[in-house]
């Protein structure tokens, strides 16, 4: 087989950082005002953080269907016979069933991997899968690797603007209100438990107290010094690096990495949002 590896900027990377990589990118589109535009490529980061800022209310969708199909065109023209995909995960997007109805449709054959979630997690499995395969390592081997990786992963989401969450769509106004009079913060998260789907953890009624939740969460869940730890924030950069001090001072050895939350998650959380993204890409 001559495979071709395929993600998405669910990443929280540029098509272009990808290329370098020898791995394909498609980009996931952000609607605004009727508009739709292609992430990182028509639209930048900060655009979409400024927009935040002014209370538009941002969508995202999959990948065109029309690149998704120019691209898997295009490499099976260059004599790829075979797409190896890692996108965002089916919980949240359509993306995967569209890149292999595209596939069948072109008698390419596909391998999908279904990370349960997306933003470094997914790029740590595409480029993973990359390597081993360049090292001759044999395709169950390095499915069954990816699987262990988005096994492990644990992604928990604090949000701090319920009327961004209302405007959206995700909060009835009554629910909205309610949250806010009572300083009620939900602790949300995301992983192979949830089926690749945001689910409630738990509702708290400060900041601190969730943050203390989502450490007890990790200790639950035996998270340890070998996993990769990821603070990412919208637009909260030095609460952010307070939590990640806070993680690193509760769960010994923990080193964490703190970044912008990937647009596919920020968009729908609002700004100030803290997520926590915890994986183990050394277990077998």
Known sequence: MKL?????????????????????????????????????????????IQKLHEK?????????LGKIQDCFEELKNEGYDT?????????????????????NQLEMKFVGIDCYCTAVEQGCMIETAKKMYEAN???????????????????????DDLDHMKRGGRLTPMAAALGGLLKIKPVLHIG???????????????????QDRVIKHLKELDVNSDYTFIVAHVDALEAAKEYAQ???SQIEGAKVKVINLVSAVGIHTGLGCLALQVFNEMKD
């Open 192 to 210: 192979k438990s949830t089926n690749g789907k945001v689910d409630v953890l738990d509702k708290v009624r400060t900041m601190k107290r969730a």
């Open 246 to 248: 806070k993680i690193e």
């Open 56 to 64: 538009m209310v941002l969508k995202t969708s999959l990948p065109s």
């Open 83 to 103: 797409i190896f995909a890692v996108p965002i995960c089916r919980g949240l997007s359509g993306t995967l069933d569209s890149m292999e109805m595209i596939a």
């Open 137 to 159: 390592i044999p395709i169950d081997e390095i499915i069954k690797k990816l699987q262990s990786i988005a096994d492990s992963c644990e992604t928990v989401l604090l949000c």
């Open 4 to 48: 071709a590896f395929v993600t998405d900027t669910g990443t929280g990377q540029h098509p272009d950082y990808w290329k370098e990589k020898g791995i394909y990118c498609l980009p996931l589109q952000i609607t605004c005002d009727g508009e739709s535009k292609d992430e990182y490529t028509e639209i930048t980061y900060s655009e979409v």
